[in-house]
Nanobody, 125 residues
Framework: EVQLVESGGGTVQPGGSLRLSCAVS????????MGWVRQAPGKGLEWVSG????????YYTDSVKGRFTISRDNAKNTLYLQLNSLKTEDTAMYLC??????????????????WGQGTQVTVSS
């Protein structure tokens, strides 16, 4: 059974930072691309970032480029997302996503087939 368990969310002021983690089980983590998606209140899922199976190629939606960093530790079966310079518009539930393949194909939601329950990030002064 594929399991994706996120942690690390919280409430921060604008300009603050958080580090999200996603612990996975139920599949061979090192052979699949992974990603992060988010869902703001009252809105649909938005793809945020992706990383290939080896961790050598990373991708970001334009609104987070230069502020967020995706990474993975294949030895620990864990995916990360470092969030810096947070803005109020980053407020959302952040979900970890398992890729369908070892690489990122389109850079959107269709690249993924499983999602976790999410961890809430709230940016507020």
């Amino acid at each position: 059974e594929v399991q994706l368990v996120e942690s690390g969310g919280g409430t921060v002021q604008p300009g603050g930072s958080l580090r999200l983690s996603c612990a996975v089980s139920g599949f061979t983590f090192s052979t699949y691309a992974m990603g992060w998606v988010r869902q703001a209140p009252g809105k649909g899922l938005e793809w945020v970032s992706g990383i290939n199976s080896g961790g050598t190629h990373t991708y970001y939606t334009d609104s987070v480029k230069g502020r967020f960093t995706i990474s993975r530790d294949n030895a620990k079966n864990t995916l990360y997302l470092q969030l810096n310079s947070l803005k109020t518009e980053d407020t959302a539930m952040y979900l970890c996503a398992k890729g369908k393949y070892s690489i990122i194909i389109l850079g959107g939601l269709s690249d993924y087939d499983y999602w976790g329950q999410g961890t809430q990030v709230t940016v507020s002064s």
